[in-house]
């Protein structure tokens, strides 16, 4: 199973983007699904999360209020909806999940995706 990220391009600071992950297995299932980014000349960044199940979802502190995190039970789509982007929300973003029902601290770890898909460029100009 291989996940196929969209959406991303060129946005003025401000503006908007909105993110999918699809699973190349429409009938795939994870438990949780998440986003991680990587800035030009930087690790990787946990941006946000969710659980399958319950919609509970999270996000690391600098996209809170700005980036929501999203699913469609009858798609078998994630998305991320980012608004108020900013020119250092510039990355390729990558979408990931797993099976496995992550705890809350495990979220923000890349070791704990097992299925990643190949990263949208996202560029926010100022």
């Known amino acids: 199973v291989q996940l196929q990220a969209s959406g991303g391009g060129l946005v003025q600071a401000g503006g908007s983007l909105r993110l999918s992950c699809a699973a190349s297995?429409?009938?795939?299932?994870?438990?949780?699904w998440g986003w991680i980014r990587q800035a030009p000349g930087k690790e990787r960044e946990f941006v946000a999360a969710i659980r399958w199940s319950d919609r509970s979802t999270y996000y690391t502190d600098s996209v809170k209020g700005r980036f929501t995190i999203s699913r469609d039970y009858a798609e078998n789509l994630v998305y991320l909806q980012m608004n108020s982007l900013k020119p250092e929300d510039t990355a390729v973003y990558y979408c990931a999940a797993t099976r496995r029902r992550l705890i809350t601290s495990a979220l923000a770890l890349e070791r704990e995706y097992d299925y990643w898909g190949q990263g949208t460029l996202v560029t926010v100009s100022s």
């Open positions: 297995v429409r009938t795939f299932t994870a438990y949780t």
